[in-house]
């Protein structure tokens, strides 16, 4: 055991292994290391074996598992799109680090998708709900809910944003026509 309950500790700092206890609130698993994700002090529940942290300051927004996210898609190779999540979708508050996400092509639609481009593309802004959190850059997205998906579409030859037009979107800088999965409330 590396921290006691009462001990003040930072993001990042080591708190217990796996091995002894189950990370809770403001914590994260990285490497076998439970890891605090905020400033704040430590409460362990030796009854459950559970270990967690209570916030210095006001709490911060959590990541968590059912929360909708709005966040930039930053790379889209293969079967997975990786997003840069800014916030989430209802709470006002700055998120408490830098979160990176991920949608596989099995969670951007329902349905099959032969190329994950037909969905989404490097520049777009999307709405997604959190399906798995395994510490700061491996949370799992999923946009194949009918509300969910790319919320403004950016173009990919002149990267200006988009207009929608039927089941696909249109530049109105270049007139060029995409495919995306758009969210039910477009803004583009």
Not at 73 to 100: P, Y
């Amino acid at each position: 055991m590396k921290a006691k309950s009462g001990d003040f500790v930072l993001p990042g700092d080591v708190l217990g292994v796996t091995e002894e206890f189950v990370p809770s609130e403001w914590t994260y698993e990285e490497d076998g290391e439970i890891k605090s994700l905020v400033v704040g002090k430590v409460s362990i529940d030796e009854k459950n074996k559970k270990i967690s942290i209570i916030p210095k300051t006001g709490t911060p927004a959590p990541v968590e598992v059912g929360k909708t996210i709005v966040g930039q898609i930053t790379e889209v190779r293969g079967q997975r799109a990786s997003v840069k999540i800014e916030k989430i979708k209802g709470i006002d508050r700055e998120l408490t680090t830098s979160f990176v996400g991920g949608i596989h092509i099995s969670q951007a639609q329902k349905g099959y998708l032969s190329k994950l481009t037909e969905a989404f593309r490097i520049g777009d802004i999307v709405e997604a709900k959190v399906t798995k959190v395994i510490g700061l850059d491996n949370v799992d997205l999923t946009t194949a809910n009918e509300e969910l998906g790319v919320l403004k579409a950016m173009c990919t030859k002149c990267r200006h944003y988009m207009v929608k037009t039927d089941n696909e979107v249109v530049c109105l800088n270049c007139g060029r026509k995409e495919r995306r999965k758009l969210a039910a409330h477009y803004k583009g």
